[in-house]
């Protein structure tokens, strides 16, 4: 019998739970799940024969390392910052450990002794990292084996609000952290396009976007992320003259972000004066300079260029920018009070579902014709609980640790999934689960 | 007889050690300069016989101790960084000291002490800071005696090259570290305009100046200084409801520089990819989009929202940014590159004169009368080494350091130069040195 340690009860563990649950009579599998919150974990389990809830504080070390002592594979589900101190754990006493997160320099300075120890820290194995990688490599790897040659490789992902239920302006809600989305692309972006390094400022970033084509689901927005060479390597693509990364979303959405932008309201730098007393409006009021005979919306519309009457504004007033609420807490920097703002007009409603949207562009070489492989996946939540999201994170974590359970992954070290022992079983397993990829393959010149 | 220690014998101690020097005889002081190169100490010193060159220091504990021990009064010219060494050993021994610096966190921790031990410690007696603060309170304090209300207050400095020496097209050259003024500003702006807080992110900075008219001098631009509200309760201006700093800059610069900020090439937070082998023309290049037809002249207008052929456009062409020259060093940020390629084309040649402007706007209300003061300085440079920055900078420092060891100033602690007992004789004797605010005292309303 082998024992699964599952650290993190959350959202985002519902497929992983369920999975691993489903398959534990006919793998005689035991599983504990440990949380912070004892009746998340009881709840998770739900009186499941093969498994266990228990309270679970990862500050704890006896309990850390009790637990991972017990275990034959240790799936840390926990926040991104607490893996360190379970991989630690994990490597000292020989077991092998799977997350979703990407591999911090602290993981990866783990990679030598765990090889020494022959255990496998698989990382990156949820939807963005994880099924990128895995349905990018399948790819690049299946063009490299039929000989042809690979000149551009464009990359893009995004959690959006499912349709109809986009029935906002923006035609977006938040369906994860929502700090992460008010900072996103705050550090600019790197890419390489035809052999030329790319750079651009945050303050351009929005303003940079791309128009893709998702056939049942029209257009998007795509715009860079922060550093689109952070796997050329890893991927075997050193060669490669075009490589790019972006974040996708709805039409429209990047013009009126960039707005916030403009107006600094997505600084994260300093603290305001006083924003436990003041509006949205004075918070909007005081990115532009004083006059006493306009109107802010008048002021805003002409600071940044756009028509006092235009869809653009139009999405900068639904969002309360102009109200008299007051924001009430204070010490806020400007983009602590953004997402205030933006928290109270973007959360998902009940019945609301969700989407996760990838799409990977190969442009390849192949007896003198220039042709390119769009390759596409549109996941949909079930409900507000079984979301896109969760499952795209959750299956391909729970589909590796069966493998790894099962000893058909023969990987030492810190890895992610860009392997084809790894890859094939879980994209074709994933398929079952309704995550699957569709190909177009067309004629360039 | 008394000694003074001065520390530093660099371009900005001249005027200082020349004034200390001149006033040694009669006051029966004696001057030990040191400084790391002996040679430099010397040549300021000249033979003069109250004066004497030694090897300095700063990292040498025993010589620093040494030295203070022996002395009645420090002037640290050091780069800013060393100060809170020299300062702990003064306290420690109960020697008083100048710097022409902005007081740091770490100065400003010795100040219990140093009052304890009746210790004071002078700082900001240069120019910006200094004269800044000197000439604004005595116009501030002089409108509170006569029963005026301030109602707004605008201080703005500039470092420039002279004029019919300012003949490039941007009318600027780096009269003092460039790496500041290229850095200058990318941390925002914030001031108070009418009781309400603004803030200007980075990227809008230079966009948002303002025009200020010096008599015989013609227009300048103002952009907005990174906290205006620094020094609002020093000045006892709580009440203030408008209070601004600004950057002098000759017209047109702002609009100019503010393309190279659009552009990202002030990016001072990641290097780029082989700048060692880069030119020019690829850096520019960088920013913009592939496009294999247009030029990069032709991408950069484009993008920028400039005319090809515009006097804004001809100031990027005049820097060199589109040239195949080679920059040649490794590892470089954006901002890094953007410096080495200015040093070459802003350099002060040989003859250049330097430049301080400084006006001060005070609105304030006097008799149900709406009046402002316009107070405005100009320092033109003698030649290349007696250069008004070094004049502006050197002589405050010496006249506080001759009133402190002639024991007519009265206080201890960290201090700024905001007292009536410092700013008055300081700036009366300047006048002797050609340093004086002109005043224009106008009705508003």
């Known amino acids: 019998m082998k024992r699964i340690l599952i650290l993190g009860a959350g959202l985002s563990s519902k497929f992983l739970i369920n999975y691993l649950l489903e398959h534990a009579e006919s793998s005689k599998w035991h599983i504990r799940l440990g949380d912070i919150s004892l009746d998340l974990a009881k709840d998770k389990i739900n009186n499941h024969p093969r498994g266990e809830a228990l309270f679970f504080n990862v500050d704890n070390p006896e309990q850390l390392m009790a637990e991972i002592r017990e275990a034959n594979l240790v799936v840390s589900m926990l926040p991104a910052k607490f893996h360190f101190k379970v991989a630690k754990e994990c490597v000292r006493f020989g077991v092998n450990m799977v997350t979703a997160s990407y591999v911090s320099d602290e993981i990866k300075s783990l990679d030598k002794e765990a090889r020494e120890k022959g255990v496998l820290l698989m990382n990156e194995v949820g939807v963005d990292p994880g099924i990128d990688h895995m349905s990018a490599m399948q790819v690049i790897n299946r063009l490299k084996d039929e000989g042809s040659k690979l000149i551009a490789f464009e990359s893009s992902t995004g959690g959006l609000v499912a349709p109809n239920y986009d029935n906002n302006p923006w035609r977006y809600k ?214 896109a999201m969760a499952k795209t994170v959750g299956l391909p974590a729970a589909i590796v640790s069966r493998l790894i359970l099962e000893n058909k992954i023969d990987l030492t070290g810190v890895q992610i999934p860009v392997e084809k022992q790894v890859y094939e079983p879980v994209l074709h397993e994933l398929k079952e689960y309704g995550i699957e990829f569709k190909e177009r393959d067309v004629l360039i010149s």
């Open 174 to 387: 938040f369906t994860w952290a929502p700090r992460n989305v008010v900072l996103a692309g705050a550090a600019g972006a790197r890419f390489l396009h035809n052999s030329k390094f790319k750079y651009i400022p945050y303050h351009k970033l929005f303003s940079r976007y791309e128009i893709i084509d998702i056939p049942e689901y029209g257009q998007f927005e795509v715009y860079p992320n922060r550093d689109s060479l952070k796997y050329q390597s890893t991927y075997g693509l050193e060669e490669l003259s075009t490589m790019f990364r972006g974040t996708i979303r709805r039409p429209s959405f990047c013009d009126a972000w960039n707005l916030l932008v403009q107006l600094g309201a997505t600084d994260d730098t300093y603290s305001m004066d006083d924003t436990e007393h003041m509006t949205y409006r004075q918070f909007t009021n005081s990115f532009v300079a004083y006059n006493i005979v306009d109107s802010v919306e008048k002021k805003i519309a002409a600071y940044l260029g756009i028509a006092e009457n235009s869809a653009l504004m139009d999405k900068l007033k639904w969002l309360g920018l102009f109200d008299e609420t007051v924001i009430g807490i204070p010490d806020l920097t400007p983009a602590r009070v953004l997402q205030h703002i933006l928290e109270k007009k973007w959360a998902m409603e009940p019945g609301d579902k969700d989407m996760i949207i990838m799409e990977h562009q190969f442009d390849y070489l192949r007896f003198r014709q220039h042709r390119k492989i769009y390759s596409t996946l549109v996941v949909i939540g079930e409900d507000s609980t079984k979301t």
